[in-house]
């Protein structure tokens, strides 16, 4: 089958997907027991402003017509206003995104950073001490609860040691002496195109802790990962055949067990970024991160339905998305994989 | 050597320049460090952004931006002029006069004038949201002259408690109060501080208003950051660590950590606020008064305050908090007692209990669920079997207002607290007579009681002394017949950085600081 017939497909399969999640979260934040119109108008609300926000939120239709209008205007960029926050959905997920992606981003590449290493040699050190230590490291990393963890950081680094700041995606009064434009919502990024080095270096200290803190579940991954996928590949004939003909050790473990070994490995880490959005409440409450975990749990807190709506299809478009695209890059970068 | 000479000139002349340019760099970022405060709140700061329709968090920050037209402080019982510089009311109470300060100019640079005083407040009362509902008493609102603004009252309400609410009472210019332009941002106040930057879920950034009509001499801060912190570990930290310079709630184990920190300070202030256990009148068996007493009884108010609260909060009298007016020593107060509700029971047919009852309260509260846990400790020693159930605000009033009576749940324990200084909504919200439960979880209704507290809301206005007469007789058969109990009226601990000098916290204007007022000692 050729690719663009492949993608095609998936995309159209994706759509599919992407309409059931809509229904079933839609039904899932109906049935839950709630009443959005008296988040709506407060907690003091009279019978008649209960009776208004109904009809304002189009609370007294049947649900499924409720859901076509939804649904409706959903395709036309209109994710609904957010019953807590009394902003757009989009506005509000587009607003906490950048914070999110950014924490995610920098945690994902330590995470490949250390663990690819150690999980390489972990591999090729089987039964040794450094093996050891890497199986310890992936273990404590998937295990550890990453907000305990937070505290714990939060104590050593920034209350006893004072060497970096405690929560927050930069300071605020920083900021307000050294205004950033707002370009793509990456202070690291908007930072250094405007040249600005004092916010630049006052985010990157920002994110040292909460970032650590989150990339320990991917990391501990990334280490099981490559080792379990690379202790197989070097089983394999070619590998001997390999070694046999006396091919240097790094030759064969970089050249030749990697290549086929990362793809798993590819795999987990794509989905594990898509998990993250909307999983690091925990680790953003501790940091007080403005990102979209935490906006994502304040409104499940409340059953703000329109919120919750926005953020499922969000994470799941980018499940969906990463999956395709990790799916089309294995077949590119293996000819083996066949895309059936 | 003429060149090298001329080059080593030529350097030291561009060190000697950068050294300057470093040394003036630095002393004008010193010389342009803000003084700027920094509020850490524990969710979303800005929900309303509409000053008719203000009835949340917001409220933190809207009563820096916004100005009423008084000011009440609960501690002497007496008003300070704020947008108006005196006010006088007629004998009978129903007509209401303000003088309007002259001068004041709202942040948009219009003046404040009668004719803005009456839009407001008449926006507020059509667009019916929030607590607009405080200015039911009014009839019509008039323009006298350009700084004069009169109130025509259905019947002689305090006027002067109204006008100084904590909500729907804000004055903002007619010109620029579009409900789409506030809620993208913007405010139109004369308060001393306005909008600079507001990124949702992060922060809100106030800068002072030069124009503002106390005028700036002084120490005042020139910026006010409120951060949204979640997690109170963190904000504790922050407080510690002076990145912070005050935060109005944290859990009591955090407050005792902070006590002894002298960068610290802890300042406890009783509140308007209390919790209240309601108990279903229409369901057995606590439709029987003497059950009801009894299991006011039954309450370890002591060991709540102790245990619970390390102390910050104090045994209710009666169902007005201590502080508002209206609160008296003269109503009864219950005690913990087994032997007195074993008497009560017995009376009522129950001698060794042998029933159950389910209370509901707000999930995540962890002091309800907690005083729910010593209640039910106590209650198990009268055979008296507790469910405690833990939900969502909705689903507790959505369960409270079934249908049908004897699907709700037996004790409805909540918080209360009023929308402006008047001790009404805690007697008629939830005791009063109602055709359509709202917040009267008691499903109670004596009309003798209603009589009292209708006529005490009436004289209000015009003979205070005789109106807490009326509330205390109100409270007393509240005590008699024990439609719900008040356990404990909290106090509020709120944390500050030593430093942060001018705070008071008036229970008027819960977790408000008026930031203009305060200033950092260094």
């Given at each position: 089958m050729g690719i663009y017939v492949y993608v095609t497909r998936r995309l159209l399969l994706s759509l599919v997907v992407l309409f059931g999640v809509s229904i079933l979260t839609f039904l899932l934040t109906r049935v839950v027991p709630s009443r959005p119109e008296i988040l709506w108008v407060g907690p003091r609300a009279t019978a008649e402003q209960i009776a208004k926000a109904r009809e304002i939120l189009g609370l007294d239709k049947p649900l499924y017509q409720q859901y076509l209008m939804y649904i409706g205007a959903f395709v036309r960029g209109d994710w609904g206003i957010s019953i807590r926050t009394k902003q757009p959905v989009l506005r509000d997920i587009a607003s906490r995104l950048p914070a999110s992606l950014e924490l995610i981003l920098v945690s994902m590449f330590l995470a490949v950073l250390f663990g690819l290493p150690l999980g390489i040699l972990s591999a090729a050190k089987a039964g040794t001490v450094l093996d050891h230590l890497g199986r310890l490291v992936s273990v404590a990393g998937v295990a550890l609860p990453a907000f305990w963890l937070g505290m714990i950081l939060?104590?050593?680094?920034?209350?006893?040691?004072?060497?970096?700041?405690?929560?927050e995606r930069v300071d605020t009064i920083t900021l307000l002496l050294h205004p950033v434009k707002h370009i793509t919502g990456f202070y690291l990024i908007d930072s250094l195109l405007s040249g600005n080095f004092v916010v630049f270096v006052d985010a990157l200290k920002h994110l040292v802790l909460p970032a650590v803190t989150l990339s320990t579940y991917p990391l501990g991954l990334t280490v099981r990962m490559a080792r379990a996928t690379l202790l197989e590949v070097l089983g394999e004939d070619y590998i001997r055949t390999a070694r046999a003909y006396g091919l240097r050790e790094a030759k064969v473990l970089g050249?030749?067990?990697?290549?086929?070994?990362?793809?798993p490995v590819i795999t987990v880490l794509a989905l594990t970024f898509a998990y993250s959005l909307a999983a690091t409440f925990l680790v953003e409450s501790v940091f007080a991160w403005p990102g979209l975990g935490r906006y994502a749990s304040e409104a499940i807190m409340v059953v703000d339905y329109p919120a919750i709506m926005g953020i499922t299809m969000l994470v799941a478009f980018t499940y969906v998305a990463l999956n395709l695209i990790v799916d089309v890059m294995l077949a590119v970068l293996d000819p083996r994989v066949r895309l059936e | 050597m003429y060149n090298e000479k001329g080059g080593e000139i030529r350097m030291r002349r561009v060190f000697l320049l950068m050294l300057f340019g470093v040394v003036t760099f630095g002393l004008w970022s010193l010389g342009a460090q803000p003084n700027v405060a920094v509020y850490v709140y524990n969710s979303e700061v800005m929900i309303f952004w509409d000053p008719s329709d203000t009835y949340s968090n917001e409220i933190i920050a809207m009563n820096n931006m916004y100005e009423q037209l008084?000011?009440?402080?609960?501690?002497?019982?007496?008003?300070?002029?704020v947008l108006a510089e005196s006010y006088e009311k007629s004998a009978d109470g129903l007509t209401w006069t303000f003088y309007l300060r002259k001068g004041v100019k709202f942040h948009t640079g219009n003046e404040l004038t009668a004719e803005a005083v009456k839009f407001s407040i008449e926006r507020t009362i059509e667009r019916g949201m929030g607590a607009s509902y405080i200015w039911a008493p009014v009839e019509e609102i008039e323009v006298v002259d350009r700084y004069t603004v009169r109130f025509h009252l259905k019947y002689p309400a305090p006027l002067d408690l109204i006008a100084s609410g904590a909500y729907a009472a804000f004055v903002f210019d007619p010109e620029y109060s579009d409900h789409e332009w506030f809620a993208a941002g913007h405010d139109s106040g004369t308060g001393p501080y306005t909008v600079e930057a507001w990124k949702p879920g992060d922060y809100l950034i106030l800068k002072r208003f030069d124009d503002y009509w106390r005028g700036w001499e002084g120490n005042h801060f020139d910026k006010v950051i409120f951060k949204v912190v979640p997690e109170p570990s963190t904000r504790r930290l922050m407080l510690e660590a002076g990145t912070a310079d005050y935060t109005n709630m944290l859990p009591i184990t955090e407050i005792e950590a902070l006590k002894d920190n002298p960068e610290v300070e802890i300042v406890t202030t009783p509140s308007f606020q209390n919790l209240l256990a309601l108990f279903n009148t229409r369901k057995p068996p606590?439709?029987?008064v003497l059950v009801r007493r009894a299991l006011a009884y039954t309450i370890p108010y002591q060991?709540?305050?102790d245990g619970v609260r390390f102390g910050y909060a104090r045994q209710s009298r009666g169902v007005v908090p201590y502080g508002l007016w209206g609160y008296s020593d003269r109503v009864k107060q219950y005690t913990y007692s087994l032997e007195a509700a074993r008497f009560y029971l017995a009376q009522a047919g129950y001698p060794k209990g042998g029933f159950k009852l389910l209370l509901t309260h707000v999930a995540g509260d962890e002091d309800e669920r907690r005083v729910a846990e010593l209640w039910k400790s106590t209650l198990a020693k009268l055979g008296i079997e507790l469910e405690i159930r833990g939900m969502p605000w909705e689903a507790q009033v959505e369960l409270g207002q079934a249908p049908d009576?004897?699907?709700?749940?037996?004790?409805f324990l909540f918080y209360w607290w009023p929308d402006y200084p008047h001790p009404h909504s805690f007697l008629r919200e939830m005791f009063g007579t109602r055709d359509e439960i709202l917040f009267n979880f008691t499903y109670y209704s004596n009309p003798l009681f209603d009589e009292l507290i209708a006529r005490a809301e009436e004289l209000a206005g015009i003979d205070r002394a005789e109106a807490i007469n009326l509330y205390v007789e109100a409270q007393n058969i509240l005590m008699e017949e024990a439609p719900g109990v008040a356990?404990?009226?909290?106090?509020?601990?709120?944390a500050k950085r030593t430093s942060l000098k001018g705070y008071v916290d008036n229970p008027a204007y819960p977790h408000v600081v008026f930031w203009y007022e305060c200033w950092r000692e260094e």
């Open positions: 939060q104590l050593v680094f920034a209350k006893e040691l004072k060497l970096l700041p405690l929560a050249k030749y067990a990697l290549k086929n070994a990362l793809g | 008084i000011r009440y402080d609960p501690f002497t019982d007496s008003f300070q002029p606590l439709d029987n060991d709540i305050i009576p004897t699907k709700r749940q037996d004790i356990i404990y009226d909290l106090k509020y601990a709120r």
